[in-house]
């Protein structure tokens, strides 16, 4: 295969016998060419224009002062780069060289981006941090006062860090509180978004929850170099510290270390021991504080109460003699005493004047004239009064006189008509259940002089019968010599009938 990279200079001899490539093959062998000749590098520039694809690919330039290398880093690695790169800032971006043949270009494609040197990393610290402060999240209006003794506090760090045992044993030494640690990452690409959702998380706790919402919020790391750091640099964790409705105190680093959580935060620690000896109070100092108040409460109580009693006692002795008090009372109530007789005979004296005046008046002609008069329109008045009530009371009586006449015929009507009908009635059932009405269907009555004859042996006992019928009675003698046997036949034979028979009784004989 003819070399393309051979001496382009056309030999005179070739003529029109020189090969023909194809784009495609020129492209290939310059791609082929320029990964095999830098296969992985690490390029220093500045970064320029940025822009996050849709499909999470990261395009952005890198730069000098004379030439641009356009750079790449696809969804997967964008996704893992520990610093994402910001137009302006100066880093060392590591990957690999290849060729775009669709534009006829070559580019980067980066998969680890580390900013150059201590002095990049500053530049862009500062610049999220005053856009960070245009935003208003630095005010110290908006920050939060920390519980004086809150029950239960949220710490997130590593847990497995000296920065845990730490905090607890500080805790344990000046108040003993309930913790709840969210373990998270504190360094690497790893470190700010979990920093962030452990914020959030505690934030998401519900009040009266099966997990306990904390009180106050403690984020703590120990020292360590601004990229060990840098996580809690991040502006996704500013933005979480900043939303949080739970009192936030930052524990980063060291006294000399600053993060930008350091500024959002509701209050910052220059470690983590010092968060813990900010959250809560020494108890014996608040024990030793409450004794003395109590102390002194006691005496001021006691101080107060002499003075009162002391203040009392001046009044008293200030105060006059109960007869001193009653002196002068007691000469006007003597006073009143001994004119009371003589009054009450001079009031007696000036009532008996004007009754006199005034019976004096009544006794004189004129106001007997007048009396009179008055008594005679009275008179007349009540007369007429009287005159005109007897009226109209018996016009009053005259109508209810006829109204209860009225209804007293009615009633006396409606009764006698019960009365009848009653009667009538009674007098039906006692036809219906009366015995005549039985004589009437063939039956009769037999009785001797004193009694009913229910039995044969009362018949032919008896001298005399008298037999009932429905139309009248008859008189009937029993036969003489009449024994045993002829009963016998009237028992045996109580209902025959038959006519003729050799056995019959004589006409008017019952047996």
């Not at 001496?7 to 070739?14: C, K, R, V």
């Not at 822009?51 to 290398?69: M, P, T």
């Not at 108040?175 to 690497?188: E, N």
């Not at 452990?198 to 706790?205: Q, S, T, Y």
């Amino acid at each position: 295969m003819t070399d393309l990279f051979e001496d382009p200079t056309p030999d005179p001899s070739a003529g029109s016998n020189a090969h023909e490539f194809s784009v495609s093959e020129i492209s290939g062998a310059i791609k082929k060419t320029l990964e095999g000749q830098f296969g992985r590098v690490r390029v220093r520039g500045e970064v320029g224009r940025t822009l996050l694809a849709r499909s999470g690919h990261l395009y952005f330039d890198l730069k000098d002062e004379r030439a641009v290398i356009a750079s790449v880093s696809w969804k997967g690695q964008a996704a893992r780069l520990s610093i994402k790169p910001e137009e302006g800032m100066e880093v060392i971006a590591t990957g690999r060289l290849t060729t775009y043949p669709g534009q006829s270009k070559y580019q980067l494609i980066v998969d680890e981006v580390e900013p150059a040197g201590a002095g990049a990393l500053m530049a862009m610290l500062e610049k999220r941090k005053k856009a960070l402060e245009a935003q208003g999240l630095f005010a110290p209006e908006r920050k939060k006062p920390l519980p004086y003794l809150p029950e239960v506090i949220g710490v997130i760090t590593s847990p497995s860090g000296a920065v845990i045992r730490d905090i607890l044993h500080r805790l344990r030494d000046r108040f003993p509180r309930k913790v709840l640690i969210w373990p998270v990452a504190v360094q690497g690409r790893d470190c700010a978004p979990q920093v962030a959702r452990a914020i959030e998380g505690f934030n998401a706790l519900p009040p009266g929850g099966a997990i306990p919402r904390p009180d106050l919020i403690i984020v703590a790391r120990g020292g360590g170099s601004v990229e060990d750091l840098w996580g809690f640099n991040e502006e996704i964790v500013a933005l979480a510290a900043a939303a949080s409705d739970i009192a936030l105190i930052s524990a980063v680093g060291h006294e000399t270390d600053t993060t930008l959580i350091d500024y959002v935060s509701d209050h910052r620690a220059p470690t983590p021991t010092a968060a813990a000896e900010v959250a809560v109070p020494v108890r014996l100092e608040l024990l030793a504080w409450v004794k003395e108040a109590n102390a002194r409460l006691s005496r001021s109580a006691q101080q107060a109460t002499g003075q009162r009693r002391q203040r009392l006692a001046d009044l008293v002795r200030a105060l006059p003699g109960i007869d001193s008090l009653v002196e002068a009372p007691r000469q006007r109530f003597d006073r009143a005493a001994e004119r009371l007789p003589q009054a009450l005979r001079q009031v007696t004296q000036v009532k008996r004047q004007v009754f006199g005046a005034r019976a004096a008046l009544i006794r004189s002609d004129g106001l007997r004239l007048r009396v009179s008069q008055e008594r005679g329109r009275l008179q007349e008045r009540a007369d007429r009064l009287v005159s005109d009530t007897l009226l109209r009371r018996h016009q009053r009586a005259a109508r209810d006189y006829a109204q209860l006449a009225q209804r007293l015929v009615r009633v006396a009507k409606a009764g006698h008509q019960e009365r009848v009908q009653r009667v009538q009635a009674a007098e039906r059932m006692r036809q219906t259940l009366g015995y005549m009405a039985t004589l009437e269907r063939g039956y009769a009555v037999v009785r001797t002089a004193d009694a009913l004859v229910s039995r044969a042996s009362q018949a032919q006992a008896a001298s005399e019968l008298e037999i009932q019928f429905a139309d009248g009675r008859v008189m009937v003698t029993p036969r003489a010599g009449g024994g045993s046997a002829d009963a016998a036949r009237a028992k045996s034979k109580p209902k025959s009938r038959t006519k003729g028979g050799p056995d019959a009784p004589e006409q008017g004989d019952l047996f």
